[in-house]
Nanobody, 122 residues
Framework: QVQLVESGGGLVQAGGSLRLSCAAS????????MGWFRQAPGKEREFVAV???????YYADSVKVRFTISRDNAKNTVYLQMNSLKPEDTAVYYC????????????????WGQGTQVTVSS
């Protein structure tokens, strides 16, 4: 069993930066692929980024170059550094863990955090 707790969300002006953190419990954290998703009001949950145990990374085209995912296996924590934020980045951001593969589909993840709100003002 893995429990995930996100933090770091907030209100920021367009062009600003935020860093989200996701603290995980569980002894096998390093073996999971860790992903970030987001969901805006009235929209489906969408893939943002994923990082596998070897630290290779994949990003949605909409955030590539602006966002960076990273992980610290010693601290059981995954991060999402978000730069050059835009109003369309406004959403609840979720951290998720996958036991198998490096998925970009949300239904392939096994554990989810409660989410943290990110609001970007214009």
């Amino acid at each position: 069993q893995v429990q995930l707790v996100e933090s770091g969300g907030g209100l920021v002006q367009a062009g600003g930066s935020l860093r989200l953190s996701c603290a995980a419990s569980g002894r096998r954290f390093s073996s999971y692929a860790m992903g970030w998703f987001r969901q805006a009001p009235g929209k489906e949950r969408e893939f943002v980024a994923v990082i596998r145990w070897s630290c290779s990374e994949y990003y949605a085209d909409s955030v590539k170059v602006r966002f960076t995912i990273s992980r610290d296996n010693a601290k059981n924590t995954v991060y999402l550094q978000m730069n050059s934020l835009k109003p369309e980045d406004t959403a609840v951001y979720y951290c998720a863990a996958a036991r198998v593969g490096v998925p970009i589909r949300h239904d392939l993840y096994d554990y989810w955090g409660q989410g943290t709100q990110v609001t970007v003002s214009s």
